[in-house]
């Protein structure tokens, strides 16, 4: 029973409650005072939160292993052990990594159902068993957790777990924080789901007031929710930053940092800089709603438009944060499983910075047919296509790699490769949307939902599962199936692409997105798209299947299963507690296949003495 | 190397020609909705070169992609390394220069030539003011003081350029009639223009293109919120007009 009492995750659900009813109490005192009633709903959940956000963080671990020490007591050690140390405050990065991924392969999951019920509802014409409340509910909660998902399953999963490794340090800079970034995203989840319990919100997970500002209470939760996970992404982009900048082993100079930790280099710079823009614009809508301010309220001198702005400065961007490491995973996975150098190395190194400094400036064409200054289009057209030109060399370093290479097909690189098709496809007709003349037409259609589908699924999802493949034997020490990860893969390329393409069509034909029933007209190639995404649905049973086996009982791996040469598969699998038992000297590029020098491989203490262990 | 480069050729030329083939016969020929408008052929006309200048582009990657996966296939790391071929010469800068001119060639045309010509209309012939509210459209032709609401019909008259002055009374909406084309937010008190030249006779029973739908999302009725739209001919727009402006006084 005291186990149970003591277990981090009870004690913060305690002080979480505690602090909830506290905040609750405030308010009302407050209100009592004011001569108001003692509850209000919106404003009491709302200042709820912000206590019982601080009880759930104190109560996990913040308190004992941190806190204590801003008064003056001593911060208590780690102790807890094996499986255990994934449901507590761990600063471990590579227990982070674990956490990270499998919260976000869940929530992938339970998002990915939504997505299939909606399909299912729009297999045809009519309502079929949602009803039009019951769809905005389901779509935006499908927005929000996926969004979620994309922004942070990389950086937060493979971020944490292989970049400290990559650049030869023991762990990341400040370890304490990253747990604490950590722990903020359970609450996010819970919230969400609390808000569709609640009957959902139904503005999307781009809340455009004023519908955000007079919808349901759900919409409060979202903003809660995404606030706070805006905080975990500034916090994350942070501690990559300072790691990146300041823990390099001797040696690991800027131009022998893997393709990955690049990715993830200006992937942090984007979420840094930008995630405020999305945070304030979040916390304006709340305040429109609890506080009687009128940011966006049109009768009150507001402006609906202002939010767009403000909105998409960051979430353009934001689709960078998203598909920029799923470039360093798909490049990484790509060299190694061609056996052949990085092609072009500092040119893409310098697109992935081209894109970070071109990103802050092409949000206007989500505006393009908001009513925003007419005069804004061409500059905004002009610049959105610039970024075809940093994006045009990551594909050039990605066919050049592959070139006189020796591909070996395992099921890592078969998503590395379908990788470089689908972003090939989504980058192409991410063209006719910088366009404005033919944006007019097609903005908020299906072809915009097939476009993005095709860059953050096609590109980004199916490079994080080339990196979950590739990565699985070195987190877990045990091999997948191979024969169950080509099925997967095989299944998820031909449901991707049969859900996906029918979309385009569908979307010029005039279909418009997020709605819940649509012209009869538009019936059968609905029925199409519906049948196409089970089997992309589908695909996932194998995924899961696959995973849960081979975690517990795969073949057990060795240390460097692929021969491949970056620091990662020097050591162990699982990697030992501190990674290196002498911190490695870097003397070449990471990419020493074709005879080149490959200094990565060896070096102090390192592969040839972890592999023997095992 | 040689041979590599042989099948990259043929393979590039053959996906160019099916894509350019696909465009032509399938993205062409059927895939837009019906081109109701003058400004729908500046729209689809842009479409059209887009795809036709991505063809050439995509049938790179692609047999990039073929070439590798078909002639440089191995069984593992025993069957050694690919050459160490690092692309630090010339190929980068060449591709950098040549993915910069197209890239400028495609803001210049389709691009800015295209918003030129939109934003180039005739003046127009006819103001009509579009109001759109939590879920339905209400139409008003000031000039002749006649009023048309959700469930009715927008009655437009062929070959003429009309002005939509658009606007909401609550949230965001947008306004957007396939078989024109262009689409414009609804703004809560604030009024945008959209400038359309219907050039065909059509209606939304027989077509799906001329409905009047909202294209930004607005809550629970998002989805039915359109109008059914009729395109006539110039004379039987004025008599419809007639015809409403003696019900409205009948009233």
Known sequence: MTRV??????????????????????????????GQTFWEIEAGMSVGYVFALVGWVA????????????????????????????????????????????????????????????????MRDGEQFFTADQYNAAMSFHGITMTAVAVAILLGGFGNYFVPIMIGARDMAFPRLNALSYWFVPPVAVLLIIAVLMGGWDSGWTAYPPLSVVNKHGQVLFNLAVITFGLVSILGGI?????????????????????????????????????QALAAGLLMVLLDRIADTSFFRSSEGGSALLYEHVFWFYSHPA??????????????????????????????????????????????????????????????????ELISIPTGLIFLGAIGTIWAGKLWLRTPMLFALAFVFNFLMGGVTGIYLADVPTDLHLQDTYFVVAHFHYTIVGGEIFALFAGIYYWFPKITGRMYNETLGKLHFWIMFIGFQLTF??????????????????????????TIISLAAFLLGASFLFFVWNMATAWFKGRVAEANPWRATT??????????????????????????????????????????LATEER | MRRD?????????????????????????????????????????????????????????????????????????????????????????????????????????????????????????????????????????????????GAQELVLPKDETIQFDVVSLDILHSFWVPAFRQKIDALPGQTRKVYITPTEVGDRDSDVAYRLQCAELCGVGHAIMAMPVRVVEKAEFESWLKEQQSVAEAK
């Open chain 1, 5 to 34: 009492v003591r277990a981090p995750i009870f004690v913060g659900l305690v002080l979480a409650i505690v602090g909830f009813f506290f905040g609750v109490a405030f308010l009302g005192a407050l209100r009592t005072l004011r």
């Open chain 1, 319 to 384: 689709v960078y944060v998203m598909v920029l490491p799923g470039f360093g995973v798909a490049l990484e996975v790509l060299s190694h499983l061609s056996r052949k150098p990085l092609f072009a190395y500092r040119w893409v190194a310098g697109a992935m910075i081209g894109i970070v400094l071109l990103s802050g400036v092409v949000w206007a064409h989500h505006l393009f047919t908001s009513g925003m200054a007419p005069y804004l289009h061409a500059p905004f057209l002009v610049l959105t």
């Open chain 1, 567 to 608: 620091l990662e598969w020097q050591v162990s699998s699982p990697p030992p507690e501190h990674n290196f038992d002498e911190i490695p000297v870097i003397t070449d590029t990471p990419y020493g296949y074709g005879g080149g020098p490959a200094h990565h491989r060896p070096f102090a203490g390192g592969a040839a």
């Open chain 1, 239 to 275: 501690n990559f930053l300072v790691t990146i900048i300041y823990e390099r082993a001797p040696g690991m100079t800027w131009s022998r940092l893997p393709i990955f930790v690049w990715g993830a280099f200006a992937a942090s710079l984007i979420s840094f800089f930008f995630t």
């Open chain 1, 501 to 526: 393409i029918p979309m385009f069509r569908v979307g010029i034909q005039g279909m418009n997105r997020r709605i819940a029933d649509y012209p009869a007209e538009y019936s059968d190639y609905n």
């Open chain 2, 5 to 149: 480069f042989t099948l990259f050729a043929i393979v590039w030329a053959l996906v160019t020609a099916a894509s350019l083939a696909v465009a032509y016969f399938i993205i062409r020929e059927i895939s837009f909705p019906t081109v109701g408008a003058e400004e729908a052929h500046v729209i689809d006309d842009a479409f059209m070169a887009l795809t036709y200048m991505a063809s050439p582009v995509f049938g790179v990657v692609i047999a990039a992609l073929v070439v590798a996966v078909l002639r440089h296939r191995s069984s593992g790391p025993a069957d050694g390394d690919g050459a160490r071929i690092l692309g630090t010469g010339s190929v980068p800068v060449v591709w950098f220069g040549l993915s910069s001119l197209l890239c400028a060639i495609v803001i210049v045309y389709p691009g800015l030539t295209g918003l030129w010509e939109l934003r180039n209309h005739d003046e127009p012939d006819l103001r009509i003011v579009a109001t759109a509210q939590m879920w339905s459209w209400t139409i008003e032709y000031p000039d002749s003081n006649v009023k048309v609401f």
């Open chain 1, 59 to 122: 109560g996990v671990g913040g308190w004992q292993h941190w806190g204590r020490e801003w008064f003056g007591l001593e911060a208590k050690p780690y102790t807890l052990t094996g499986w255990k140390r994934y449901f507590g405050f761990s600063p471990d990065h590579k227990v982070i990594g674990v956490q990270y991924s499998v919260t976000f392969v869940v929530i992938f999951l339970l998002s990915g159902l939504t997505a299939m019920l909606i399909r299912l509802e729009l």
